[in-house]
C-alpha cells in the first residue's frame, strides 16, 4: 500500500471542515461558534492548504531565511493593522476630510 501525499490529506481535511460547516449551517451553528465563523473558519484552511506546501517546500533546510521571512510578512501585517485602525484618526487630524 502507498503511502498518501501530503496534497491527499490537505484535500480531505479541507472536506471534512467543509462537512462539519454544512452540519454546523443545519444546526443553526454550534453553541456561540455562529455560521460565519464556520466559514471564517473553512477559507482559513483552504488558504493555509493553498499556500502551506509551498512554503514548506520552498524554506527547506534554511531555517534562519525562513524566520526572516516570517518575520517580514508579520511587520507587514502589523503596519496595516496598525494603519487601518490608527489611519483614520491620523487624517482627521492632518486637516483630511474622510
Not at 510578512?73 to 487624517?91: E, F, N, Q, T
Request: proline share 2%; aromatic share 10%.
Amino acid at each position: 500500500m502507498r503511502e498518501r501525499s501530503i496534497g491527499e490529506i490537505l484535500v480531505v481535511a479541507i472536506l471534512a471542515t467543509i462537512l462539519v460547516f454544512v452540519i454546523a449551517d443545519l444546526a443553526g451553528g454550534f453553541g456561540e461558534f455562529p455560521n460565519e465563523r464556520w466559514a471564517s473558519a473553512v477559507a482559513l484552511i483552504c488558504v493555509a492548504v493553498w499556500i502551506g506546501p509551498g512554503v514548506l517546500a520552498r524554506w527547506r533546510g534554511n531555517a534562519s531565511k525562513a524566520v526572516q521571512a516570517i518575520a517580514l510578512w508579520l511587520a507587514i501585517a502589523v503596519v496595516i493593522a496598525l494603519a487601518y485602525v490608527y489611519g483614520h484618526g491620523l487624517l482627521v487630524d492632518m486637516g483630511v476630510r474622510v
